[in-house]
């Protein structure tokens, strides 16, 4: 399911078990999700589980956004976006080809998506 | 008195509980192009598409015998555009895009269904994801659509109409014409994505406050907490989430 995911936690604190709650979370296997949610729960806190998996909501509101419009890439990211998207195979996306860098002069404003 | 969005002992937070609760009440709500009854109609489509056994993106679920009932609120090709984006997501395409706006579905149509299919998906995964029930959509309210455009909205930078927008909360520029104000900085261009159709914007603008960083300073704080995650936790979730679904953006 996850392309181009490491090993470990990725420098994070708890970062294999935060991607492993979010592959989960795309899933359709019931189990699999309640034995990752009752091992972030466990290790990582009840508040820390809710809001772990309200951001991963989120970022499928938003995906589906950027996705859907043809959002370009905002200066500040054209210029860390190549070396980044290749690291993590993100070149290779169907979105990557539609996702065109705006040629904006305003940079250093924030993005998520 | 409000009621509790989810039974359950887990510690919600006040501003994603009444963020979600916001935006549900906004589904079952009149909006700019769909009707109150269509827009109800896009939440249950979402959760029949995402419950579903799932179809390959090629086969659109309208073109499935007996699969969409015949006296269904919506076109079918709205049926379809919910299908793709709520379970083929890596699959949106400029192309595929281009085949629907304006000939089957004018933009603005497409931006709110958009936008309803994208918050009903995230709703419905937060529930989802905690094991919780999800929250019921209620009936649809009186009125009828708004049917504007901001005066402003033109395809620019987006594949969609997008409004000129400015980082102190969207406004369009030719509102701050008399404020005496230096012209705003532009906001990053995903917040732009859903500006011709405004309440949507506001709900995801809302939604993003509460469950992501609130007040819309993305990326200026990264070596802080937020809510109960630290920074880096929280952008390795987006991170994951974007690759899963291919988001290049």
Known sequence: MLKGAGNGDGGVEHGELLVRLCAAMVGRDQQVLAEVRDEVRSAMGAEVLVDAVGVSALFHLMNRVTNGTGTPLDPMLAQLGPPAAAQFGADRYRSSNDTSVERAEAPGENCLG | ?249
């Not at chain 2, 629907?100 to 497409?110: C, D, F, I, R, W």
């Not at chain 2, 960083?213 to 989430?241: C, F, H, N, Y």
């Open chain 2, 1 to 249: 008195m409000t009621t509790p969005l989810y039974d359950t002992p887990l510690p919600i937070r006040a501003e994603i509980g009444n963020t979600q609760a916001a935006a549900v009440r906004h589904w079952s709500a009149p909006g700019t192009w769909w009707t109150a009854v269509e827009r109800v109609a896009i939440v249950e489509e979402v959760r029949r598409a995402r419950d579903a056994d799932e179809l390959p993106p090629w086969t659109a679920p309208s073109s499935v015998p007996g699969l969409i009932g015949n006296h269904h609120p919506l076109p079918a090709v709205a049926v379809d555009v919910i299908w793709r984006v709520t379970n083929h997501v890596t699959t949106l395409t400029r192309e595929w895009y281009e085949a629907l706006v304006p000939a089957a579905l004018s933009a603005g149509h497409y931006v709110e269904l958009l936008s309803l299919v994208a918050q009903v998906n995230m709703v419905d995964r937060f529930a989802d994801g905690l094991g919780l029930g999800r929250i019921e959509v209620g009936p649809a309210a009186p009125g009828e659509p708004a049917r504007t455009t901001p005066d402003d909205a033109a395809v620019t930078t987006h594949w969609v109409p997008t409004a000129p927008s400015a980082a102190a909360g969207w406004r369009p520029t030719d509102q701050a014409g008399d404020t005496g104000l230096e012209p705003q900085p532009d906001v990053p261009n995903v917040l732009k994505a859903l500006s011709l159709v405004p309440p949507e914007r506001n709900i995801q603008m809302a939604l993003i406050g509460s469950h992501y960083v609130p007040g819309g300073a993305l990326s200026d704080d990264i070596g802080k907490d937020v809510w109960s995650l630290q920074r880096t936790q929280m952008e390795l979730i987006g991170a994951i989430t974007s690759a899963v679904n291919e988001c290049f953006y």
